[in-house]
């Protein structure tokens, strides 16, 4: 029987019998189902991946029709200094306007964290206010709370990493809760600065990457600011799939946040006054890639089925059903994509 | 969707602003424009479309409006405000 | 109890992260004269390798996880010494093994896991920190006397660490005097196969069962 072309959640290049795929497609979105405690796809909707997966084109795509926006995190972290192509931002927000296409663009420090951008807000709006006068298309300023900056060495509080195999659950817990309190003074200033430097919104990147503290620190300074200032967008992506509970009993509107998986931080956001939400659905590199499809697009679905937001589920290296490889295969790229958007009804990507 | 190519920027804006679903965002826009969903991302349809508004297009052309000078136009034809915009009218004083 | 009785309360003891029940339980079963090996590897270890899983799952947190690694220390204190005192039953294997996150890669909650979780087993784990070159990587190695050398690498961009660390044992002739062992997000076995490492574990629960493969190996 004729295989299948495919590729493992690695990059690495698979050939598959069309029992094999049929079968990897049903124990993705089980694996979702069974983790998340969601619906799995139905039998339909899982046919429709199988012709995605199994398309003999090296690209596939949406039918015209029914496209769907692009946002960007870490934008102009990757054409200047990922790429090593010695433009500056200004030039990097143009090209992708008019030579890329972009739908929206997002501009960010090069630590990009909001911590560091405190000390250099002034150079950061004098560039966001530039942009703006050169910019038709939709530029956000994005940064990632990094909750990990507060401790020593690079903050004043203890480094819970380094208390919690020493045994000091409550010493963690209590270095967590401060890091939190100052995460969040600083998003408000840094947010506040570029939303009157004319940015379009603001991107809260990789949130909850240092745990379930991560995740509250955004939230509380996603709600202080839209108290403040009503009429900024919030964009806010995520670290993962479920919040890493290295707290373990933070709460955000009496929810536990630890432990939560896309569709419940979804809620949580929404009520915290996030306009767009971006669900991550890491890849695991030793499945193949229409498992991990399967299952992010169980997911994604898990989402869109209960948002009243838009929802960017993050379709990059590593996430979203993209193999974890710097270079990611095109023909990965592409099926993931498509399967995103007619199975897990994204509003963008 | 294709950016200032197509309809792209607009139905971000549009989704962002009014915290819309792609589809009612994209029908936000089409009504705004006076053309098709399906059109919005015809990049033949919108090329005419964008010069005839001069909100912007892909192609630089003398007169042809980018930067804040085609978001001026952009929030006043589908109705939202645009923070750049409303910032560069109350720094320039402009009443438009 | 029972020794199926202890075999479940040490298992339960862990998961529910309970101190109490897990010493009154590891010290009923060296007055029972219980098989101690069988209720450390099958009983206390196994309950690890549960909170390990369901950590993964996010249906277990950070602190619990460690709360419970702190209590299979202390069990594993009373198991080792009743071993030891009695010469008709074998010690528990123990060994020592460095490990590390590779250069140019800073992430470490991953590899804080795998420590804590290794430890409970008896293994003597030197944790040489992040970002640590392949050069320190060996030194730390000769320095310990480790049977093991075990790296992490979270980013694509860092993987090459990995197969660095392997052509240098080769180069250097030390390439059998260690055994290897790599994880992260990025790597597979696929990965290990090819730079030549001698076992790779996808979670911190498959570590555990690695690590102590690979010194049954060495043994």
């Known amino acids: 029987m004729k295989k299948i072309f495919s590729r493992m959640g690695d990059g690495s290049a698979l050939w598959l019998s069309e029992d094999e795929l049929r079968q990897d497609l049903r124990t993705g979105t089980e694996d979702a189902a069974d983790r998340g405690k969601i619906g799995p796809l139905s039998d339909d909707e899982l046919e429709r991946l199988f012709e995605i997966c199994a398309a003999p084109q090296k690209v596939v795509s949406v039918e015209p029709g029914q496209e769907v926006v692009h946002s960007f995190d870490a934008g102009t972290l990757k054409f200047p200094l990922r790429g090593g192509v010695p433009v500056d931002r200004l030039g990097t927000v143009m090209a992708h306007e008019r030579a890329f296409c972009s739908d929206t663009f997002e501009v960010g420090h090069s630590d990009y964290s909001f911590k560091p951008v405190k000390a250099i807000i002034a150079e950061e709006r004098q560039s966001m206010e530039q942009i703006q006068l050169n910019a038709t298309i939709p530029v956000y300023y994005g940064a990632m709370p990094n909750l990990g900056l507060y401790t020593k060495p690079d903050g004043p509080i203890d480094n819970w990493s380094e208390l919690l195999p020493m045994g000091k659950v409550q010493e963690a817990r209590e270095a967590q809760e401060e890091a939190c309190e100052m995460a969040i003074q600083d998003i408000f200033f840094v947010a506040e600065a570029m939303h009157e430097a004319g940015s379009d919104g603001i991107n809260f990147d990789t949130v909850g990457a240092s745990g379930d503290a991560d995740f509250l620190a955004s939230l509380l300074a996603v709600e202080k600011l839209k108290k403040a200032i009503p009429e900024i967008h919030i964009e806010m992506g995520m670290a993962g799939e479920f919040v890493l509970g290295m707290h373990g009993g933070l709460k955000y509107n009496d929810t536990r946040l630890a432990g939560l998986y896309c569709h419940k931080q979804l809620e949580l956001a929404e009520k915290a006054g996030v306009d767009i939400f971006g669900p991550v659905i890491n890849t695991k590199s030793n499945k193949s890639v229409p498992w991990n499809i399967a299952r992010s697009c169980t997911f994604v679905k898990a989402c869109s089925e209960i948002s009243k937001i838009p929802i960017h589920p993050n379709a990059g290296m590593g996430v979203g059903g993209v193999p974890v490889t710097s270079t990611a295969p095109v023909d990965a790229i592409s099926r993931a994509s498509v399967a995103l958007i007619e199975i897990g009804k994204a509003d963008g990507l | 969707m294709g950016g200032v190519r197509t309809a792209g920027d607009l139905v971000a804006r549009v989704m962002a602003s009014k915290a819309l679903r792609v589809n009612e965002a994209k029908k936000y826009v089409a009504d705004k424009l006076g053309i098709s969903v399906f059109d919005l991302c015809d990049s033949q349809v919108m090329r005419e479309v964008r010069e005839d508004l001069n909100i912007g297009h892909v192609l630089a052309r003398p007169g042809g409006a980018i930067g804040i000078e085609a978001k001026f136009r952009i929030a006043k034809l589908l109705d939202i405000e645009i923070n750049s915009v409303k910032r560069f009218k109350e720094r320039s004083e402009c009443s438009l | ?219």
Not at chain 3, 14 to 28: C, P, Q, S, V
Not at chain 3, 156 to 167: F, I, M
Not at chain 3, 176 to 194: C, H
Not at chain 3, 205 to 219: F, H, P, Q
């Open chain 3, 1 to 219: 109890m029972s020794e199926k009785e202890i075999m479940q309360s040490s298992i339960d003891a862990i998961l529910e992260g309970n101190e109490g029940k897990a010493l009154a339980t590891a010290r009923e079963a060296v007055d029972m004269g219980a098989d101690l090996v069988a209720v450390l590897n099958d009983g206390f270890s196994e309950g690890i390798r549960q909170v390990g899983n369901l950590f993964e799952r996010g249906e277990k947190f950070l602190p619990e996880l460690i709360e419970a690694a702190m209590i299979m220390e202390k069990v594993s204190a009373i198991i080792n010494e009743a071993i030891l005192k009695d010469s008709s039953v074998g010690a528990t294997k123990i060994g020592t093994m460095v490990i590390a996150t590779v250069e140019g890669d800073v992430h470490d909650i991953g590899k804080g896991i795998v420590i804590s979780l290794i430890k409970t087993q008896g293994v003597n784990v030197i944790d040489l920190g992040r970002d640590v070159g392949t050069e320190a990587i060996i030194e730390g190695a000769l320095e310990h006397e480790a049977g093991i050398i075990g790296t992490s690498a979270l980013l694509t961009s860092t993987l090459n660490g990995q197969k660095k660390l392997e052509e240098e044992l080769r180069i250097r002739g030390l390439r059998n005097r260690f055994k290897t062992i790599v994880g992260g997000a990025p790597v597979t076995q696929k990965f290990a196969d090819k730079i030549g490492a001698d076992a790779y574990a996808e979670d911190a629960a498959e570590a555990v069962v690695r690590v102590l493969e690979l010194l049954g190996k060495s043994n």
